[in-house]
T-cell receptor, first 116, second 113 residues
Framework: DTEVTQTPKHLVMGMTNKKSLKCEQH?????MYWYKQKAKKPPELMFV???????INESVPSRFSPECPNSSLLNLHLHALQPEDSALYLC???????????????FGPGTRLLVL | GENVEQHPSTLSVQEGDSAVIKCTYS??????FPWYKQELGKRPQLIID?????GEKKDQRIAVTLNKTAKHFSLHITETQPEDSAVYFC????????????FGQGTTLQVKP
């Protein structure tokens, strides 16, 4: 399996809802990433996990809560989101963290989130 | 911190022509430069990347050049085809640091048949 998969593809939620986004890869990659992408803009890094430990949090509001249950899975738990959080949420993985020559990031198809 | 500027923001070419997209970066410590292509509604896909110990890299119709002195790198697409139409993002990172990718703002390429 050479792909990063994400579920769901689309999600509509109210501001009081709790939902989760899921990302999975079976390439043996040890680094996983969450990005947020607004229309016509580049991806913005949110979180980085390395060897199942959170290594970077780009000052993301606490209504976004990442979780890495194992080396193949990455979740993003959503709670009390705002309409401005509507965006495409992309997961990515790389073989390792940069510095090892294995930093190429491969993206999943994304979850398109709409917050009403 | 690192900043990446990308030009042009939009580019329209005739099928068969060449297209060039340029990026400049601010941090001379940056040493890894990937290019991603994103079609409408799809994921960013890596099309080519270059490391700072190399000045040029080519893969069929796509090439990337890097000028470390001037701190800029460029994507060259030859013999463009309508399926090359997409948004292209350049990025830079410092692999000895966190390796965070800093993206340019993107270039929308339209290839007219």
């Amino acid at each position: 399996d050479t792909e990063v998969t994400q579920t769901p593809k689309h999600l509509v939620m109210g501001m009081t809802n709790k939902k989760s986004l899921k990302c999975e890869q079976h390439m043996g990659h040890r680094a996983m990433y969450w990005y947020k992408q607004k229309a016509k803009k580049p991806p913005e890094l949110m979180f980085v996990y390395s060897y199942e430990k959170l290594s970077i949090n780009e000052s993301v509001p606490s209504r976004f809560s990442p979780e890495c249950p194992n080396s193949s899975l990455l979740n993003l738990h959503l709670h009390a989101l705002q309409p401005e959080d509507s965006a495409l949420y992309l997961c990515a993985s790389s073989q390792d963290l940069p510095g090892q020559g294995k930093e190429t990031q491969y993206f999943g198809p994304g979850t398109r989130l709409l917050v009403l | 911190g690192e900043n990446v500027e990308q030009h042009p923001s939009t580019l329209s070419v005739q099928e068969g022509d060449s297209a060039v997209i340029k990026c400049t970066y601010s941090d001379s410590a940056s040493n890894y430069f990937p290019w991603y292509k994103q079609e409408l509604g799809k994921r960013p896909q890596l099309i080519i990347d270059i490391r700072s110990n190399v000045g040029e890299k080519k893969d069929q119709r796509i090439a990337v050049t890097l000028n470390k002195t001037a701190k800029h790198f460029s994507l060259h697409i030859t013999e463009t085809q309508p399926e090359d139409s997409a948004v292209y993002f350049c990025a830079a990172s410092i692999t000895s640091n966190t390796g965070k990718l800093i993206f340019g703002q993107g270039t929308t390429l339209q290839v007219k048949p």
